[in-house]
């Protein structure tokens, strides 16, 4: 692979990103306002025997893999393909791998610079200890990203235009923040919402990168959230390889 083609694309799809108000909105500004609005009102409260920053931290950082698999990969790749820009790339060196490699390198590093964001309010702002399981918590996000990665290239597929791409994400986007736990306890909502809560992809995400947080990973506990995402992985990349066209 021409590694120096794949990180000049890289650079470019990240400088794009950084030009779309409403990518970094969902992604960098949503859930760090979230956390300081839900900190405010729950972070005296204890959640099944974790406090406000165990189980918040592994819950912002599950709506900005959301935000990321579903706007910033499914969304734009929708919207780059729309302009014909996969179409012109065609007329150069770069083939479609090292675009994708490119477009997950992205993923990543909006993850990543949006966890810090997220630790560094806990840290400065709730004056937070924060887990020192970072082998566990970083296993855990690979596996959690990559899910939702599967699940924007899945919108990529059947969306043939952005406001069909626009419209299922956002569909998907309220159920995912407040169904799943990230946002708001589901201790406080419904019977029924709970139930509802166990059909959202979200609530595994958010569930296994708690675990993470707090050094469980590799326990029982684990093992259903784990499988679920390694399901939706699964799927959502046979589809992508069937259905997937750049043009």
Request: proline share 3%; glycine share 6%; with cysteine.
């Amino acid at each position: 692979m021409n590694l120096s083609a794949m990180l000049t694309h890289t650079k470019m799809e990240i400088k794009l990103f950084f030009r779309e108000i409403l990518f970094v909105f969902f992604t960098f500004l949503l859930p760090a306002v979230s956390f300081i609005f839900f900190g405010s009102m729950y972070g005296d409260q204890t959640y099944n025997g974790y406090n406000y920053i165990d189980t918040y931290i592994p819950g912002m950082v599950s709506i900005i893999m959301f935000t990321t698999g579903f706007f910033t990969i499914g969304l734009q790749v929708v919207i780059d393909r729309e302009k014909g820009i996969y179409k012109r790339l065609r007329g150069t060196p770069l083939n479609s791998s090292y675009v994708f490699a490119s477009i997950i390198t992205k993923g990543f590093f909006c993850i990543i610079v949006g966890t810090v964001e997220i630790l560094l309010i806990a840290k400065y702002m709730f004056d937070a200890n924060l887990s020192v399981f970072w082998f566990q918590f970083i296993l855990a996000m690979i596996l959690c990203a990559l899910s939702f990665f599967a699940m924007g290239f899945l919108i990529a597929s059947i969306a043939k235009r952005m406001q069909t791409a626009m419209a299922i994400s956002m569909v998907a986007m309220y159920p995912m923040m407040f169904l799943s736990g990230s946002t708001m306890p589901l201790d406080m909502m419904p019977e029924i919402m709970q139930t509802i809560s166990k059909f959202i992809p979200m609530t595994y995400v958010k569930d296994l990168l708690q675990l993470g947080w707090v050094g469980k990973l590799f326990t029982e506990a684990a093992v259903m959230p784990a499988l679920v995402l390694v399901g939706i992985f699964l799927v959502g990349t046979y589809i992508g390889i069937k259905k997937f066209k750049w043009d």
